[in-house]
């Protein structure tokens, strides 16, 4: 039975992830630093094992890899998921805010990977993906930090996949656009969605189901000859370019 780890498991795209991970028949280690969610999520949840812990702390992450090292021996698959949102303005960004970012959505994939890599080669070599986002291939205003932290993740993303890949690692990465998760209906008004629907050729949210569905292709065989890629399921958000709506109509 293969297994995986899957980071900012307890909801979103991370939980339809593990979910779909299950129904292929995996075993899945679920890790949140939200442990009431991340316990919520497990619940009822065969061949899942809750692992609480923030992928931003180097203590966290090395108990991580004992963790998995004892239950699993062994790792087919990590998804580093984990990432937090902060929007605002250049000139109010705080170096803590910007420090924030950076350390959970940049240094959590990093510290992860570099601590689990033997694992992942132990049998021959596992597959890694990194959640990044369209704001890092693309810019636009209020994402100074996390733009720039997803565009960094991707760098990385290239960087491992050119270094762990002698070991049969393969590293790739999903960068979604526009997705219905909680998070984008609390904070995109009914204006800020009919711009998006505007500048998507699919005219509408991708689904936390349809980023996990890119994320299983590239962790199993199927996608056995992909590795440094940036896969974009966005709807068309990228290829749009500037937009400009209006020729549309």
């Not at 899957?6 to 630093?33: E, N, P, S």
């Not at 004892?70 to 990432?83: C, I, K, M």
């Not at 597959?127 to 810019?139: D, E, F, H, M």
């Amino acid at each position: 039975m293969k297994t995986a780890l899957v980071t900012g498991a307890a909801r979103g795209i991370g939980l339809a992830t593990a979910r779909g991970l299950l129904d292929r028949g995996w075993r899945v280690a679920m890790l949140d630093r939200d442990i009431p969610a991340l316990r919520d999520a497990v619940k009822g949840l065969d061949n899942a094992v809750s692992v609480e812990a923030d992928v931003s702390i180097p203590g966290d992450v090395n108990a991580v890899r004992s963790q998995l090292d004892t239950q699993f021996g062994q790792l087919d698959g990590l998804v580093n998921n984990a990432g937090v949102a902060d929007f605002g303005p250049i000139r109010d960004t705080s170096f803590e805010r910007w420090r924030t970012v950076m350390a959970t959505n940049l240094d959590g994939p990093f510290l992860m990977t570099q601590a689990l890599t033997d694992l992942l080669a132990r049998e021959g070599g596992g597959s890694v993906v990194n959640i990044t986002s369209i704001s890092g291939l693309r810019a636009s205003t209020l994402r100074v930090a996390y733009g720039t932290s997803k565009a960094a993740l991707a760098q990385l993303t290239l960087q491992q996949a050119v270094e762990l890949g002698e070991l049969g690692i393969r590293v790739n990465a999903v960068a979604p656009g526009p997705v219905d998760t909680k998070l984008a209906l609390a904070v995109h008004t009914p204006e800020i969605r009919a711009a998006y629907h505007d500048a998507l050729p699919l005219n509408r949210y991708g689904s936390e189901k349809e980023i996990a569905a890119a994320v299983l292709f590239l962790l199993n065989d199927e996608a056995s000859f992909v590795t440094g890629q940036i896969l974009a399921a966005d709807g068309g958000f990228q290829a749009t370019g500037i937009g400009l709506p209006a020729l549309r109509d």
